[in-house]
């Protein structure tokens, strides 16, 4: 993820990205999704849509990540059985 600069003795870094599917900006939201840069890894979390998540979606989450230089994601989510899942997603 870009974004690191220094000004005095503070140095400031983006870690995180709010991503929103909105036909324009400032409009009500179909779905949302956080991206966290942690150990040098984007990290997706937090999805919520109404309408699920398609192919569509999926590309552009991929296309904003390759842009930022990242080659995979990290995602997690819990099963049925209540254990954490965690997945590594190689970006095409």
């Known amino acids: 993820m870009q974004g ?13 990205i709010k ?8 409009q ?6 956080d ?6 890894e984007a990290h997706v979390e937090g999805l919520i849509s109404q309408d699920g ?3 569509e979606d999926e590309k552009a989450l991929a296309d904003c990540l390759k ?3 990242f080659k995979y ?5 819990f099963n049925a059985l209540g254990e954490r ?7 095409r």
């Not at 600069?5 to 870690?15: A, K, N």
């Not at 009500?28 to 999704?33: G, L």
């Not at 994601?73 to 989510?77: A, E, F, N, Q, R």
């Open 85 to 91: 899942v965690i997945k590594k997603i190689k970006l």
């Open 35 to 40: 991206i966290n840069k942690a150990d040098g």
């Open 19 to 26: 991503c929103r599917k909105v036909k324009k900006y400032g």
């Open 73 to 77: 994601y990290i995602s997690s989510y």
């Open 28 to 33: 009500p939201y179909k779905a949302t999704v």
């Open 53 to 55: 998540f398609s192919k």
């Open 4 to 16: 690191e600069w220094q000004i005095d003795d503070w140095h400031f870094e983006v870690v995180r």
């Open 67 to 69: 842009g930022l230089g």
